[in-house]
């Protein structure tokens, strides 16, 4: 049987007070909300922590989606199937109801939370490369105050974040821009399991030319959240198949996988590839049947 080394137990009942007790316990000491991933590795003596804080508590000031005229707000204890079963943030970025759908299981989807997901800082985690699809700014909470940095800021390399010792992500801002859409595609050896590759694709249009885009890659190695050269390659071009394929040329020579038991390093950059391919051509296919998050915004705006 796997079982974790001793720690000690502590329950934080507000932001404040987890900040607190991280702040007194020290190094040793870890936030747990969900618990896949660092459970399964303290398990494994990976791991090995004093002090454990349990956040649950946490949910009700830290678990919403707050839609405002010009960005989304989500908290860091939003959960999985929160985010899956949100209707608005589904109409303004598909992109999270693609990954949503293919992250793990119920239940890790029904305890698993956004922050939780991110502060792993996994190079295969999903919802890293939505949110820096999106161009997603973190806010950073200590004792002094919060801070906010963009996700490219935020990951410092695998397994490790600009979170510092007794601070707290507790909410991630993502803009709302005209005129724009997303979709996520993943290639998983069995549902639910890690990637073999993913990637998502954001894309803003200024009538028939695209104003802007982002795409992002998980699991073929560090640095692939975000790729400027697509983004350049992309601005002020109209869409085509040829535009396409010049774009999936480029993350697959950006990105350096590895091979291993989800396959080789090949098969990841051509899926990285046809991946790029097609969430740039889902998302513009949404754009051009309406389905934009401005449009759906502006409908809420008049009815209330």
Known sequence: ????????????????????????????????????????????????????????????????????????????????????????????????????????????????????????????????????????????????????????EFYRGPYETAVGHAEMLTEIRIPVRPHGSSAYAKVERRAGDWAVTSAGAAVWMDGPLISDARVGLAAVGPNTTGIPAISDLLRGQRPSDELYARAGAIAAESCSPVTDNRGTADYKRHLADELTRRTLRRAVERIEAGVTGDSVQGNRDRSE
């Open 1 to 152: 049987m796997q079982v974790p080394a001793p720690f000690e137990y502590e329950r934080a009942t507000s932001v404040d007070h987890a900040i607190g007790l991280l702040d007194r316990l020290g190094e040793e000491a870890r936030l747990v909300a969900g618990g896949h991933s660092l459970i399964p590795m303290m398990k494994l003596r990976l791991a090995n922590l004093e002090y454990l804080i349990d956040i649950n508590d946490l949910h009700d000031e830290l678990g919403y989606v707050a839609v405002g005229a010009d960005e989304v707000r989500i908290g860091a204890m939003t959960r999985h199937r929160e985010l899956l079963e949100s209707a608005e943030l589904a109409a303004l970025f598909p992109i999270f109801a693609d990954a949503e759908a293919v992250i793990a299981d119920p239940v890790v989807r029904n305890r698993g939370t956004l922050g939780g997901s991110l502060c792993q800082a996994d190079p295969s985690e999903d919802l890293s490369a939505v949110c820096t699809t999106l161009n997603a700014t973190c806010v950073i909470r200590n004792a002094q105050g919060e801070r906010s940095v963009t996700m490219e």
